[in-house]
């Protein structure tokens, strides 16, 4: 264009110019990944708040169980939305077949289980029997070492030997640690169930995220990994919620019973994936 008059070679390369710039800009366009679904997200995070914060409240009144039914309903306005989504805030092929939704309800369950048997056992410690803030601490060592020496067990030798089914051992060592800690009469007698309920937790973790994802598309491990990661933390609201209100409304046994529970009906989603 400096030279004034433009020839049709000019011509010709003004419009290789804009040619490769748009490819460039489509490239980068590409590049940046899906768009942001502020719908969706906002509409996922109001249900799911409406779900959680009465049931941290411990007693339900009507009200309260108002606000969950609006909640359930959000929840599957979010579900409707996201299918029509251009940029939905997950991939949809997610919520198709039996495998990843029962990991899911998997996850949902299992850590409500064990981050509310915490909360309990911390509270038993202090309020039950009077024990200060380090001592309570300490008596849950055992379970973070059993959870780090079977974790890592798990992942670089049994899981890869023997698949999934390392996941039901680690529940069946899980619950057997549970159940022992549930006859404990004092702080001495809980250091050897809680050792092997990490034990069981180590043991599961690896199996159950290895066997979540990996039959999983690349485009699908993102949506997936975040949807794992949200409905652990919100089964451990729920968890800390339910066995918290169960336990401070007198029942330690009770508590430790709900747990268990919960970690035997954990196995049966977990048997469909």
């Not at 590409?30 to 799911?48: E, K, S, Y």
């Not at 089914?165 to 169930?193: C, E, K, N, Q, W």
């Amino acid at each position: 264009m400096t030279e004034g008059h433009l020839s049709r070679w000019d011509w010709g390369a003004i419009a290789s110019g804009l040619a490769v710039l748009v490819a460039f800009g489509l490239q980068q366009r590409r590049a940046r990944g899906p768009r942001l679904d502020p719908t969706g997200t906002a509409l996922v995070m109001i249900g799911t708040g409406l779900i959680v914060y009465p049931v941290t409240e411990g007693h339900l009144n009507r009200w309260d169980w108002g606000a969950i039914a609006i909640g359930l309903a959000v929840l599957v306005a979010f579900g409707l939305q996201q299918r029509r989504a251009r940029g939905p805030l997950l991939e949809l092929s997610l919520f198709t077949g039996r495998a990843f939704p029962a990991a899911r309800v998997t996850s949902t369950l299992f850590f409500a289980a064990t981050t509310g048997l915490t909360l309990v056992v911390v509270l038993y410690l202090q309020l039950g029997l009077g024990l200060g803030v380090l001592a309570a601490g300490l008596t849950l060592l055992p379970w973070s070492v059993g959870l780090a020496v079977a974790s890592l067990l798990a992942g670089s030798v049994l899981v890869p030997r023997y698949g999934r089914r390392i996941m039901f051992v680690g529940l069946g060592v899980l619950l057997a640690g549970v159940l022992a800690a549930s006859h404990a009469t004092g702080r001495a007698d809980l250091l050897v169930p809680l050792g092997i309920a990490g034990l069981g937790m180590g043991l599961f973790a690896p199996a159950f995220f290895t066997t979540a994802l990996k039959p999983l598309r690349g485009q699908e491990i993102g949506s997936a990994s975040g949807l794992l990661n949200a409905v652990q933390q919100l089964g451990a609201t729920l968890g800390v919620a339910v066995l918290g209100s169960v336990y401070l409304s007198g029942s330690l046994d009770a508590a430790w019973l709900c747990a268990a529970g919960l970690l035997a009906v954990t196995a049966l989603p977990a048997a469909l994936q």
